[in-house]
């Protein structure tokens, strides 16, 4: 697209004639995915500032340099067009709407927020969807997903450029479907300005990621963006049971819908009865009912099932099809995925990291499992320290057995984070295993019959973050080699 096309009222300030007729093939904000003839803007990150990428930008094609409006940055090179504006990330939010030719208009977005549920929520849409002969793809934790294409996941949410890149090749396949995973971060660093979500869901909202939010109502605040910024026809699904709820009410300002188990909601679920091999319940909307029968263990996920639910009912999917696509989903990956070789007691991975999560999975199993739970748990490092004290005294209180072991360190020493878990500790049933494969081998080896071994925190993820280094860990593998050479 030519650059004077593509900054037509959007670009209030002057720059010479010779640089109009430039035709922008790309618009980056990553100087690793400039090409010739991109368009480089430089964002000021949470780790790094994109002024220092600038040159490199140049060197690999760039023709067109936007900077914010205070940067007095110098460059070498004459033939180079740069521009200057006082809010970067809405301008690239505006020349990414131009460029893609607002995608959102060929396709219904979805977006999912909220501590607990987004991952397993996406893949009951995706199920429900493609039951019905819907073409879905997906962005969210564990991979990004449309057509043919699976693209690793660095964050839940990606930065703007990929998201916008994403929805307009979703379009390119005559996708009809966006379900996206909306992290508090995305909201906050406007990962997702400028998208038009005809539904946003909120799951719940517990302790988490207050590392990087001030408090829990800064953090509240950050999920809220995305009700806030609905359009006046998009559907704002609500759990009604959370105790943010009614704030959010207020807030949204889309069409309000609830789900909840509590509470009179929109979209309810009666006659809940959960077992090790998953859960049925009567699932009651606006003037219909139906019995639903799912794979998914725990009340929990009853919650994420009436989310899926309500966004497909107001979709206008009978609910016949949407029990169909919810009775179809076998599982999640890394979300209480059971592992099964031959043992006589079971073995689960969950990827719950929060204290509400690790209460809500321990409270799951201990409603269907008669045994002992053992339980195999650590905390990220460079993360919220305070969750760490209460998610040890959340697992010795409900676990029976305890190990507490290494996640994701990064760069914090593995030894200061288990004295972190531990200072919450006031039972005597832990042991600490610094060594994350060792732990796990140590709980395999102490199960007896019927008892529950559940190892949580990484779930799907298939490596483990050592410092500067990045390794392969793969849960799933490592259960499964120990088991089968016992």
């Known amino acids: 697209m030519l650059l004077h096309k593509l900054l037509e009222n959007i670009y209030c300030g002057s720059f ?11 618009i980056c904000s990553d100087s690793r995915e400039v090409q010739k003839g991109s368009l480089f803007i430089a964002l000021k990150g949470y780790h790094v500032d994109g002024i220092s990428f ?36 809405g301008f690239l939010a505006k020349i990414l709407m131009r460029f893609y030719q607002t995608p959102w208009e060929k396709i219904k977005i979805i977006g999912v927020t909220g501590t607990n549920g987004k991952t397993t929520i996406t893949y009951l849409l995706e199920s429900i969807l493609t039951c019905v002969r819907k073409s879905c793809g997906v962005i969210g934790t564990v991979n990004h997903r449309f057509g043919n ?15 916008y890149q994403y929805i307009s090749d979703m379009v390119g396949q005559k996708i009809e479907y966006c379900v996206m995973e909306v992290s508090s971060h995305a909201l906050t660093q406007r990962r997702v300005e400028g998208i038009d979500f005809n539904v946003a869901v909120f799951t719940n909202l517990t302790q988490d990621h207050l590392d990087y939010h001030k408090n829990l109502n800064d953090y509240f605040l950050a999920k809220s963006l995305l009700f806030k910024n609905l359009s006046p026809d998009a559907i704002a699904l609500i759990n009604h049971d959370d105790s943010y709820a009614e ?7 889309g069409k309000i819908k609830t789900y909840g188990i509590k509470k009179d909601s929109s979209i309810m679920a009666k006659d809940i009865i959960l077992s090790l091999a998953g859960s049925t319940f009567n ?23 009436l989310a899926a ?34 043992q006589d007691f079971n073995v689960f991975i969950d990827y719950a990291h929060t204290e509400d999560a690790l209460k809500n999975i321990l409270s799951s199993i201990r409603e269907v499992c008669s045994g ?33 072991t290494s996640d994701n360190p990064r760069t914090e020493d593995p030894k200061a984070i288990i004295d972190g878990i531990v200072r919450g500790i006031t039972k005597k049933n832990y042991t600490v295993v610094l060594n994350r494969i060792e732990a796990i081998h140590l709980a395999l080896d102490i199960a007896q019959a019927g008892n529950t071994v559940l190892i949580v925190g990484k779930g799907h993820e298939d490596y483990q973050i050592l410092k500067d280094k990045k390794i392969d860990f793969n849960e799933r593998q490592i259960i499964e080699e120990y088991l089968r050479l016992r």
Do not use: W
């Open 372 to 404: 002992r739970i053992v339980l195999v748990f650590g905390c990220g490092g460079d993360r919220d320290q305070d969750k760490r004290p209460k998610m040890g005294k959340i697992a010795c209180d409900m676990a029976d057995d305890v190990i507490v």
């Open 247 to 253: 704030e959010l009410f207020s807030l949204s300002q």
């Open 54 to 89: 600038i040159e490199d930008a140049i060197e690999k094609g760039a023709r067109v340099i936007v900077t914010e409006a205070q940067t007095d940055y110098k460059s070498k090179s004459s033939d180079i067009c740069f521009l200057k504006t006082e809010d970067p990330q």
């Open 149 to 163: 294409k699976v693209i690793p996941a660095d964050n839940t949410t990606p930065g703007l450029v990929d998201n």
């Open 283 to 305: 699932l009651i909307t606006e003037g219909e009912q139906i019995s639903i029968r799912t794979n998914l263990i725990g009340r929990h996920n009853i919650y994420n099932i």
């Open 16 to 26: 010479p004639d010779v640089f109009k007729e430039i035709d922008i093939t790309s």
């Open 309 to 342: 639910v309500g966004v497909c009912f107001y979709e206008g999917i009978s609910l016949q099809k949407i029990k169909e696509g919810i009775e179809h989903l076998v599982g999640v990956p890394g979300r209480l995925e059971r592992i099964q070789c031959g």
